[in-house]
């Protein structure tokens, strides 16, 4: 089955520097990745996610990159503010199938 | 437009007891996953169900755990003779369709088994 890694498992920041999480996969059938913030008690809420036809995509301070040779995509925050700090995820899936979920990015910024 | 609904929130059950955690899609999503979180986990997939159908439950635990996704009404996991590793959070999810990609996840149940 799929196998995902997540790095770092903490993450600290200032209020403005750029944050990035890196996530390898190990199944090349993977097709969708999406990214998950969860922030504490509330439930993960989708904030970008890229699928294989594509090696980046954007959402204003959000972007998203994926190598599909090396299996690896990283979510970049930038600018980052107090409010962006959460745990952060990333999922693959080989699509309408199940997602394999990293083990969770803990992000904070400090004002 | 209402999210993925889970009731309870919050549920307390005594060891040996049973839970019973309910997920409702988003309106006009056929297709339900249930994942478990434990605390300070990442999440992982337990089953996926069609309504009246499981499409997969490899992450479903053999014993104990079932799930089913009725043709009317929510879908229901249930634990039977609960233990005290089973207190996590179990999320729902919902997609539209088989093909879709997108999974929409509801606001948990916390299960606490004391």
């Known amino acids: 089955g799929e196998n995902v890694e997540q790095h770092p498992s903490t993450l600290s920041v200032q209020e403005g520097d750029s944050a990035v999480i890196k996530c390898t996969y190990s199944?090349?059938?993977?097709?969708?990745f999406p990214w998950y913030k969860q922030e504490l008690g509330k439930r993960p809420q989708l904030i970008i996610d890229?699928?294989?036809?594509?090696g980046e995509k954007k959402d204003q301070r959000i972007a998203v990159t994926l190598n599909k040779t090396a299996k690896h995509f990283s979510l970049h925050i930038t600018e980052t503010q107090p409010e962006d700090s959460a745990v952060y995820f990333c999922?693959?899936?080989?699509?309408?199938?199940?997602?394999?979920f990293g083990t969770g990015t803990s992000l904070t910024v400090i004002p | 437009n209402a999210g993925v609904m889970q009731n309870p929130r919050h549920l307390v059950r005594r060891r040996g007891q049973e839970a019973r955690l309910r997920c409702s899609p988003m309106?006009?999503?056929?297709?339900v996953y249930w994942y478990r979180q434990l605390p300070e986990e990442g999440l992982k997939f337990m089953v996926y169900?069609?309504?009246?159908?499981?499409?997969?439950e490899s992450g479903m635990p053999k014993e104990r755990f079932s799930a089913e996704f009725p043709k009317e009404g929510p879908s229901i996991l249930r634990i039977q003779q609960v233990v005290r590793g089973d207190s996590a959070a179990y999320f729902c999810?919902?997609?539209?369709?088989?093909?879709?990609?997108?999974?929409?996840f509801g606001p948990g149940t916390r299960l606490t088994v004391t």
């Open positions: 309106k006009g999503h056929s297709h």
């Open positions: 999810a919902s997609s539209v369709r088989m093909s879709s990609y997108e999974q929409y």
């Open positions: 890229i699928r294989s036809n594509v």
């Open positions: 169900l069609q309504k009246e159908n499981i499409i997969d």
């Open positions: 199944d090349s059938a993977s097709n969708y």
């Open positions: 999922a693959a899936s080989s699509g309408g199938n199940q997602f394999y």
